[in-house]
């Protein structure tokens, strides 16, 4: 990684900016800017604040935290507000939500966007449509954001290797580096009754063009950017999503790595939106793609996800990746928005070095 470095760091394009890295006793705000956690799963909240207290943190719930109608936490002003006033409180150095949910794109016009960029970066963290923020906070501020677990399902004491590794990445100071690396094992199937996961089924990742089973190997570099392609998409053409503009201020000598999930999307679905984003120019100076295993899915007719890849990436010339630790099938890793990235393949395994530079 260090000699890939030597080559990414030019003065010449601006420079991200990373939250200072979280220490015991820090203040960890949970605000739920999409669904909160009715009643009824009040008890995932308790288990998730006693696992937090045991790692040294302090948690502060938001006022709206605790309630759910329609899908929402509260309305969209009021989700907005919590928001700001989270990064306004200089004693709250995180914030993680509960989950993601389905409308978080009605808070973005409402929050101050001035404020946030001149506020000192806090990390977010989450994934699903908690990636609609971190994409929109990423482009527009040019502050690093971790796409990985969310706050519930940290309330399992026995944290497997891959999602406990989130600490570490958020306790990962500017210009340091940090290597995650593959599963060995996946939930099949979500489950949410169990205070952990299932991890019940072996992982492989799979490269794009090649049999699951043949010997390849591959690796490529870039500067980190993705999320969740049900919602993030739905930015496209909205004054939230200046992917030109942050490709030409932050990527123009790297380029970039893709990383994307889906929920809920089959795979005409998934062509649909990727063939959506090249248009609309996200795909510029791409390196490589990593694509979590899709969640909710089915093949439409007999298209199928490969058809899907094939249909919008293979013109693109770059590796692809598919089957990866990302998104609603847990494990996952955590993938940092704005962060240098290198990936390395190999036969099913694989890597992720990030610098934070």
């Not at 994307?260 to 791409?286: P, T």
């Not at 955590?334 to 990235?341: E, I, K, Q, S, W």
Request: net charge negative; with cysteine; glycine share 8%.
């Amino acid at each position: 990684m260090m000699l890939i470095r030597k080559v990414w760091l030019d003065m010449n394009q601006r420079s991200i900016r990373y939250p200072q890295p979280l220490a015991a006793g820090d203040l960890i705000g949970v605000a739920a800017p999409s669904s909160g956690v009715g009643e009824s799963l009040h008890h995932y909240l308790e288990e998730s604040k006693r696992n937090m207290e045991r790692l040294g943190f302090v948690v502060q719930e938001s006022p709206s935290l605790r309630h759910n109608t329609k899908c929402v936490s509260a309305s969209k002003e009021d989700r907005a507000e919590e928001m700001n006033q989270f990064f306004r409180d200089p004693n709250i150095q995180a914030i993680i939500p509960p989950w993601g949910g389905e409308f978080l794109m009605d808070i973005l016009p409402l929050l101050d966007w001035e404020a946030l960029k001149s506020l000192p970066p806090k990390w977010v963290m989450g994934y699903s449509d908690i990636s609609t923020f971190l994409f929109a906070y990423t482009l527009l501020t040019g502050t690093a954001t971790a796409h990985g677990t969310n706050y519930v399902d940290l309330r399992s004491s026995a944290i497997d290797p891959v999602t406990a590794r989130w600490i570490d990445v958020l306790q990962t100071k500017h210009d340091e580096e940090i290597t995650q690396s593959s599963s060995t094992h996946y939930q099949a199937a979500w489950k949410p009754e169990l205070p952990g996961f299932n991890l019940d089924t072996p992982s492989r990742w799979k490269q794009l063009g090649h049999s699951e089973d043949a010997d390849t190997s591959v690796s490529f570099s870039g500067r980190l950017i993705g999320g969740c392609m049900d919602t993030i998409t739905c930015l496209i053409g909205t004054p939230y999503a200046p992917v030109a503009s942050y490709l030409n201020e932050y990527c123009a000598d790297e380029g970039t790595i893709w990383y994307l999930e889906s929920c809920e999307m089959n795979a005409g679905d998934i062509y649909r939106h990727l063939w959506q984003m090249k248009q609309a120019g996200w795909f510029a100076g791409v390196k490589g793609f990593m694509f979590g295993r899709p969640a909710g899915y089915s093949d439409t007719a007999d298209f199928n996800f490969t058809d899907a890849l094939s249909s919008a990436l293979g013109d693109l010339g770059v590796p692809v990746l598919y089957d990866v630790d990302l998104g609603h099938i847990p494990p996952q890793l955590t993938f940092v928005n704005g962060a240098l990235g290198k990936v390395t393949y190999e036969n099913g395994r694989g890597s992720l070095e990030m610098a934070f530079v």
